[in-house]
């Protein structure tokens, strides 16, 4: 088929849809950048697109929670479309604050009779925290992850904690295949801050949908789709290309 038709939604506050745009350009997909009162306007618009990308930013200013305020305007005004577009096998990308949308909007976990399985709650250390960190990758079923085992990608949040509502809830993600990123040391291996920037139990960066096609992580690949914006690339060299790039590759692949 031709080349993936990729949906970014913007909404005020985001600031991560450029870097989105120009990451899937670079990976051959045909990126748009509509805002969410257009689509309120017309749901009807999303039938056109094979994957929909939430970007980071701080949407509404993050001014009840980060993402809450889009996450319901999702699903006020857009749920059965939303699951429409989910469930005909098309792709669903959130990052950072698309990450909370979609955990809140009920769009990777389903809530119960008691409501939200988990959450996004404030950094441990009470700041918000950007640096870089190693990502161990199990990509189970997830087809953004394929044949990735780490990721060098930078953070930037300040409501980045996952939170299970209970100790067995995260096991059952665990042992579902679920938590496909966490956060590790350079050596691979699980520890605290530093390296788990926000404190999320069991060092969780991202989840995926029992799909797997519908992802969100914390992190950012779209910000190391080059391999100049490694921060040491002066000292180590250039690769062929940043690490990030392989998630928007392996979107565009699967549609191949």
């Not at 697109?49 to 509404?60: E, K, M, N, R, S």
Request: charged share 20%; net charge neutral; glycine share 10%.
């Amino acid at each position: 088929m031709a080349s993936p038709k990729v949906f970014i939604l913007r909404a005020p506050g985001s600031n991560c849809d450029m870097e989105t745009h120009f990451a899937f350009e670079k990976a051959g997909a045909r990126p748009e950048r509509i805002h969410i009162l257009q689509l309120r306007e017309n749901p009807s618009l999303l039938k056109q697109f094979q994957i929909l990308v939430i970007p980071g930013g701080f949407t509404y200013g993050d001014d009840v929670a980060a993402g809450k305020i889009l996450a319901s305007q999702l699903t006020h005004f857009l749920h059965s479309e939303l699951r429409a577009f989910r469930d005909s096998e098309k792709l669903i990308l959130g990052v950072c604050n698309g990450f909370q949308v979609l955990l809140k909007a009920g769009l990777i976990l389903q809530p119960d009779q008691d409501g939200p399985v988990a959450t996004l709650a404030h950094n441990t250390s009470g700041k918000f925290e950007t640096r870089w960190v190693n990502l161990e990758v199990r990509p189970a079923n997830c087809p953004f992850l394929t044949g990735i085992s780490s990721l060098f990608v930078p953070t930037a949040h300040g409501e980045g904690r996952f939170v299970s509502r209970e100790e067995w809830m995260l096991d059952g993600l665990e042992k579902s295949g679920r938590v496909v990123l966490r956060y590790v040391n350079p050596q691979g291996k699980l520890d605290g801050f530093p390296h788990n920037p926000n404190g999320s139990q069991g060092n969780i960066a991202g989840l995926c949908d029992p799909s797997g096609r519908v992802l969100g992580l914390m992190p950012h690949p779209e910000r190391h789709v080059l391999p100049t914006q490694h921060p040491s690339w002066t000292r180590n060299g250039l690769q062929k290309e940043g690490e990030g790039f392989a998630i928007f590759k392996n979107a565009v692949k699967y549609f191949e």
